[in-house]
Structure formats: C-alpha cells, structure tokens
C-alpha cells in the first residue's frame, strides 16, 4: 500500500505498537485545554465561581431574586402590588421634627380626600379622612379628623376640630387644631386660622386668615407669629368647571413659590360626593416645619371653602 507523502503534517505519523490509542494519536491539542495552573480553572477568589458575599448573589433558593443597587439621581422604585405603597422613609436631617424626614426630599403632596358612603348617601356629617401621597403615588401621610359627632351636625363646615396626621407606623406626627370662629365676620376680630403640632404639643407654626374683602388671603406664619410665606385665592372659589388654585407666594407677597389647588374631579363626584382632592407644590428647600404648615393650611381652606354646606341647610 502506498504511503502518504511526508511534509504535509495531517494525518501525523503514527507507530504501530500494538498499544490502543496508539502512540501519537490524538495530536497533542495546541494551547488546549490548557495546563493545571496556567489560568485554567481560574483559581477560588478571582472572579469564578462568583463568591456568595458579593452584591447581586445570593444562594440558589426557589423565588431569589438579586438585589438592586439604588443608582445616584433617580428615585426609588415603587414597591410591586401587594407589598405596600408607603414611601420609605429617607434619613432625617439635624433638628428634624420625628417624621417629618419624609417632606425632605418632596415638593410636591397629592391629598386624596376618602370617600364616605353615610355621608354621600344620608348627607350625615362624617370625620373627614385623608390620603396623602407624593407625586410617585407613594402614600406619606394618612390624616384623619377627630370632631364629636354634635360638633359635626350643629356647625357644619364652619366647625372646629382636631386632626391626626399620622404615618406609616400609625404614629402621630402632625396635629391640626382649628378653633371655632365666625366665619361671617367682616372685621378682622374673628378671622379663622389653623395651629400646626409637630411633633404633637409642640407648635411649628399657623396659618392665617388675613382681612380682605373680594380676594381670599392667608399668611404662613412659623412657632414665633412671624410671617414666612402668603397664601392668595381666586375671586371665584367655585370649581365646577375646572381647578381652582390659591398662589403661595414669599413673605413680601411679590413671587409665587408653589400653589395649593383644588382638583376638579368630574361633575358627578363633584355634584354628588364630598370628596375633595388637592394638590400642593412648595420649593424643595423649604424648612419642613414650613412645608407642615403648608399642608394644615390645605386643610383650613377645604373646610372654608369646599366643604358642602347645602345638606346641612337642608337638615
């Protein structure tokens, strides 16, 4: 039999030993797999296996998922269905009144008024109660009044009370506190107004009624009466076709910083429910005791000027 030519280097020679594989064959494979040592397994510790402690791991259990690193600049994400929609609570700053944190990194609050069906059916006056979110749909607060029932009935929207701000932890961060006043007063002896708490029994703060004719007006004042920012309404208060908004302006009263507006939420809940939505926009850096005020005042002006008042003229 003939034998291949030499000098092409495939197949290579082989040495007929009587040895199975024999000698030779295979060829030795050029650079693989590579020599014990030379990169190959890739030694413990250097990359491979990925080590357990290492963030983004976790051991191989059904439903692990890996964690995700919050990146600098954008905001967390929201929590899946099911596991609550509560904002997480960031870390409070030096002189922070207790949870009060969570207005740190917002300028911005949706207040969602509950829905009462006693009332929207019956017209019964009931304790208003509040959602209150950032603009995430994260719930911050959940606020709640605490009226006796006689209280309710006999003054109508007009009527004094007391509220909780309360936070994810059913603590009371906030307490609102409006006395009774004329509300029918042209003269400036019994103009309304709203004390802030926060935490509860200490005062940060008051909103006022300022005396005017035509134009609704308010002063933000903090714990020592002196005035911080002003609040200006619209000629018309009524918003059944649109948001009416209330300018929050500086202490001069010569810039607007934010707004506090009542949404318009359709004719049929307007017409037929007492279920007021707002929303509320203030400079992020604002004092928080500032920005808690803020808030009370949305509550006084709901009372004053959205309340519905006609069920209880027909009582």
Not at 1 to 27: D, I, L, R, S
Not at 144 to 156: I, K, M, S, V, Y
Not at 194 to 199: G, K, L
Request: proline share 13%; aromatic share 10%.
């Amino acid at each position: 039999m003939a034998q291949p030519q030499q000098g092409y280097g495939y197949p290579p020679p082989v040495e007929h030993t009587g040895a199975y594989p024999p000698q030779g064959y295979p060829p030795p494979q050029q650079g693989y797999p590579p020599p014990q040592g030379q990169g190959y397994p890739p030694p413990q510790g250097q990359g491979y296996p990925p080590p357990q402690q290492q963030p983004g791991y976790g051991p191989a259990q059904p439903g692990y998922a890996p964690p995700v690193s919050q990146q600098p600049g954008y905001p967390a994400a929201a929590p899946a269905q099911g596991q609550g929609m509560w904002m997480p609570a960031p870390q409070p700053p030096p002189d922070c009144p207790p949870g009060l944190e969570y207005l740190t990194q917002i300028n911005q609050l949706l207040i969602q008024q509950q829905v009462e069906l006693l009332e929207a059916f019956t017209g019964f006056e009931t304790n208003n109660k509040y959602k209150i979110t950032n603009n995430l749909g994260q719930q911050v607060y959940f606020a709640a009044e605490d009226t006796d029932c006689c209280t309710r009935q006999c003054c109508g929207p007009g009527r004094p009370f007391e509220m909780k701000i309360l936070d994810n932890f059913q603590r009371e961060i906030i307490h609102l506190t409006r006395p009774l006043r004329c509300s029918s007063c042209w003269f400036p002896c019994c103009l309304q107004e709203i004390e802030v708490q926060a935490p509860p029994g200490t005062v940060v703060g008051y909103c006022v009624q300022d005396w005017s004719i035509c134009i609704p007006k308010f002063s933000i004042q903090n714990a020592n009466r002196e005035t911080v920012l002003k609040i200006e309404g619209p000629f018309c208060q009524c918003n059944i076709c649109g948001d009416v908004e209330f300018n929050v302006l500086s202490a001069d009263g010569q810039n607007e910083v934010g707004k506090i507006s009542k949404q318009w939420t359709g004719l049929v809940k307007e017409m037929f429910t007492d279920a007021d939505n707002f929303g509320i926009t203030f400079p992020m850096d604002l004092d928080v005791k500032m920005k808690a005020v803020v808030l009370g005042s949305c509550f006084l002006i709901d009372f004053m000027f959205f309340e519905e008042a006609q069920k209880h003229d027909d009582n």
